[in-house]
């Protein structure tokens, strides 16, 4: 069974950079698949982040994409995203998932980790 | 480009059927059969109750469906129960980017 688990600072100061990891256990990144980050403000919907292949070829939604970078760590099998300059506003749920292409959509899914932005 | 629109709730007893639509544009719903349908309980992981519009994943029950016509998907569940009470989430590919529905709450009365 795949295994997503998110894990980063649960606060975070204005300004300064968040990094959260995401380690994936059941099975093995370099086998293939991409690899996604989702955020979920209070009270509003969900907002693709990035995706992320095996290889490190990177797709970034254009709203975040000046702020955002994802990698990958196939040694460790995980993979984590930094976004710049937080705000308020990415205070939220963090998730990451597992991404199918073709087909387009996210068949596995972490928890998700809490994360505050605020002095 | 922004989020797809859902209602905001939805709700039936036990036993009967819901359907939650999901409005996009000709960009994102309307122009890909890649929309996807994803159920989630607070606090839990979200989990893909549909994909590629009508495709069920393994395990997930019949009572689940899924259908498009033109740009508005729709999520139907039939024969409620109780633990189909949640928040549910629809998703379209869009060529550059990737956008969720605003969520819908079902509420199993």
């Known amino acids: 069974q795949v295994q997503l688990q998110e894990s980063g600072p649960g606060l975070v100061k204005p300004s300064e950079t968040l990094s959260l990891t995401c380690v994936v256990s059941?099975?093995?990144?370099?086998?293939?698949?991409?690899w996604s980050w989702m955020r979920q403000p209070p009270g509003e919907g969900l907002e693709w982040i990035a995706t992320?292949?095996?290889?490190?070829?990177?797709y970034y939604n254009p709203s975040l994409k000046s702020r955002v970078s994802i990698s990958v760590d196939t040694s460790n099998n995980q993979f984590s995203v930094k976004l710049n300059f937080v705000t308020a506003a990415d205070t939220g749920m963090y998730y990451c998932?597992?991404?199918?292409?073709?087909?387009?959509?996210?068949?596995?899914w972490g928890q998700g980790t809490l994360v505050t932005v605020s002095s | 480009q922004s989020a797809l629109t859902q209602p905001p709730s939805a709700s039936g007893s036990p036993g009967q059927s819901v359907t939650i639509s999901c409005t996009g544009t000709s960009g994102d719903v309307g122009g890909y059969n890649y929309v996807s349908w994803y159920q989630h309980h607070p606090g839990k992981a979200p989990k893909l109750i549909i994909y590629e519009v009508t495709q069920r994943p393994s395990g997930v029950p019949d009572r689940f469906s899924g259908s498009k016509s033109g740009n508005t998907a729709s999520l139907t569940v039939s024969g409620l129960q109780a633990e189909d009470d949640a928040d549910y989430y629809c998703?379209?590919?869009?060529?550059?980017?990737?956008?969720f529905g605003t969520g819908t709450k079902v509420t199993v009365l």
């Open positions: 992320i292949n095996h290889r490190g070829t990177t």
């Open positions: 998932a597992r991404y199918r292409a073709p087909g387009f959509y996210f068949d596995y």
């Open positions: 998703a379209s590919w869009a060529a550059t980017s990737y956008f």
């Open positions: 059941g099975y093995s990144i370099s086998s293939g698949y991409y």
